[in-house]
């Protein structure tokens, strides 16, 4: 554990004390636990539970006012009685702007103990200015630019036009979101589109062969734009 702040131990030094077998996994990267499991607290309705967990003890799975940007997302409970909330991290709660795989989820068991509570949510922030430069309508052909020419394309250019209510070749409504991006957030649009085989969210790999580029399929796949 390196990247922890001092508010970070005296929550954690205070959680070892209701249960000193408490175990922790730590994400340095992101400054936050990624799993802790003991006796975390106990309460009457699982909902309620994890809220007021999350007030006194957020700071150690996201920014010190998690609670208040989390999203709640799917509840569901198990042959064993057990309730398992999820919930999403929003970067800016106003404009529902998601922030891209920042997920918490909590167990809760039978007897109303909150055993369990998992983060890939971010601690630190960065500043990200959430109005696009790419607006939607122009994220079609930005997308068509990146694999015209490929195997096919004009007869599925064709063929999903009839088919979509979205512009070729987007699949999906898109979605604006904020997207870590080594070490660091930026603003995306998130789509499911075609793309030539080869490619990833990340954009163009450098193939082997330049030649070969224009030979790729097209594939249909998730694909993050910067916006």
Known sequence: M???TDEQRERLEALRERDPDLTVEWNDDQGVAARIRGELTRGEEPTGTVREFLEEFGLLFGPPDLAETLAEGRTRTDDLDWTHLEYRQLYDRERELELEGATLAAHVDADGRLVEVQSSCWRDLDRVDPDPSVEREALAERLDERIRGA?????LR???QQRSEWPFPVMQE???LVYPWE???RLAWRTITYERSGLGPEGPSTPEDPSAEG???LLQGRAYVDA
């Open 215 to 217: 030979q790729r399929e």
């Open 151 to 155: 195997p096919g394309y004009g007869e």
């Open 158 to 160: 064709e063929q999903r």
């Open 2 to 4: 390196k990247n922890v």
């Open 174 to 176: 898109p979605r604006l």
């Open 183 to 185: 070490g660091g957030l």
